[in-house]
Nanobody, 125 residues
Framework: QVQLVESGGGLVQPGGSLRLSCAAS????????MGWYRQAPGKQRELVAA???????NYADSMKGRFTISRDNAKNTVYLQMNSLKPEDTAVYFC???????????????????WGKGTLVTVSS
């Protein structure tokens, strides 16, 4: 089994910053893409940012220039630096990872999708 544990959420004032972390552990042979998604009350879950094992990044348009995703492959950890936060960034932020659990699954590109339980980010004065 694989577990993803997020941390770093909390209450921040508009214009402030937060750094989220997500550590993956368990039966991990390798991790392909890691990403952050968010879900605000009454809304669908949406992509925030994603990063490949090689460091290629992808951001939702509304996050470009404010959020930065990074990862430490040795630690199986992904980070999300969030700057210039706005009240509309308030949401539960979820970590996602495409995990290869064995050599065979990596060779055959059979990654499994795992999710963390989420961490709440509240942007309010």
């Amino acid at each position: 089994q694989v577990q993803l544990v997020e941390s770093g959420g909390g209450l921040v004032q508009p214009g402030g910053s937060l750094r989220l972390s997500c550590a993956a552990s368990g039966s991990i042979f390798g991790i392909n893409v890691m990403g952050w998604y968010r879900q605000a009350p009454g809304k669908q879950r949406e992509l925030v940012a994603a990063i490949s094992s090689g460091g290629r990044t992808n951001y939702a348009d509304s996050m470009k220039g404010r959020f930065t995703i990074s990862r430490d492959n040795a630690k199986n950890t992904v980070y999300l630096q969030m700057n210039s936060l706005k009240p509309e960034d308030t949401a539960v932020y979820f970590c996602n990872a495409e995990v290869y659990t064995s050599f065979r699954t990596a060779v055959e590109h059979e990654a499994m999708d795992y999710w963390g339980k989420g961490t709440l980010v509240t942007v309010s004065s």
